[in-house]
Nanobody, 124 residues
Framework: QVQLVESGGGLVQAGDSLRLSCAASGRTFSSYYMGWFRQAPGKEREFVGG????????YYADSMKGRFTISRDNAKNTVYLQMNSLKPEDTAVYYCAATFGNFRSAAAPVYDYWGQGTQVTVSS
């Protein structure tokens, strides 16, 4: 069992940066592939990116490449999403998720555990 709690969301202006954190409970955090998703009002949940066990390899949706960076600190049971040059279209609830194993996936149903989400609002 893994419990995930996101933090770091808020209201920012276009062009600003924001770092989201996702703290995980459980002693086997390093056994989970971690993903970030987002969901804007009226839209489907969208894959942002994910990161493997060691944190050595991150994978991003094409539209997220270049502005978003995912990292993890297994000693702190925490995964991060650094977002730069934010745009109003980045406004969404951001979720972290965990799937057991080290298999990269952009499909939400693959993920076993989800956080409650943190709101990010980018004003123009």
């Amino acid at each position: 069992q893994v419990q995930l709690v996101e933090s770091g969301g808020g209201l920012v202006q276009a062009g600003d940066s924001l770092r989201l954190s996702c703290a995980a409970s459980g002693r086997t955090f390093s056994s989970y592939y971690m993903g970030w998703f987002r969901q804007a009002p009226g839209k489907e949940r969208e894959f942002v990116g994910g990161i493997n066990w060691s944190g050595g390899t991150a994978y991003y949706a094409d539209s997220m490449k270049g502005r978003f960076t995912i990292s993890r600190d297994n000693a702190k049971n925490t995964v991060y999403l650094q977002m730069n040059s934010l745009k109003p279209e980045d406004t969404a609830v951001y979720y972290c998720a965990a799937t057991f194993g080290n298999f990269r996936s952009a499909a939400a149903p693959v993920y076993d555990y989800w956080g409650q989400g943190t709101q990010v609002t980018v004003s123009s």
